[in-house]
Nanobody, 123 residues
Framework: QVQLVESGGGLVQAGGSLRLSCAASGRTFSRYTMAWFRQAPGKERVFVAAINWSGTSTYYADSVKGRFTISRDNAKNTMNLQMSSLKPEDTAVYYC????????????????WGQGTQVTVSS
């Protein structure tokens, strides 16, 4: 069982930066593929970025490529999403997800999900 808690959301102006964090419980964190998804009001939840268990592979949605960076620290059981050059269309609730089922970064059926953190980008 893994519990995930996101933090770091907030209000930022367009062009600004934010760093989201996901803290995971459990001693097997290093075995999990980790990912970020987001859900804007009235829209479905969509994939943002993923990182494999060792941190050696990452994958990004085209909409955030070059602006967002995903990373993890297995010693601290944490995963981060550094977001820069933020746009109003990045406004959403951001969710952390984890799965031990191998490297399928955009899978929608991640086994574990956090409660989400709100990111609002003003124009």
């Amino acid at each position: 069982q893994v519990q995930l808690v996101e933090s770091g959301g907030g209000l930022v102006q367009a062009g600004g930066s934010l760093r989201l964090s996901c803290a995971a419980s459990g001693r097997t964190f290093s075995r999990y593929t980790m990912a970020w998804f987001r859900q804007a009001p009235g829209k479905e939840r969509v994939f943002v970025a993923a990182i494999n268990w060792s941190g050696t592979s990452t994958y990004y949605a085209d909409s955030v490529k070059g602006r967002f960076t995903i990373s993890r620290d297995n010693a601290k059981n944490t995963m981060n999403l550094q977001m820069s050059s933020l746009k109003p269309e990045d406004t959403a609730v951001y969710y952390c997800a984890a799965d031990a089922g191998g490297w399928i970064p955009q899978r929608r059926d991640y086994a574990y999900w956090g409660q989400g953190t709100q990111v609002t980008v003003s124009s």
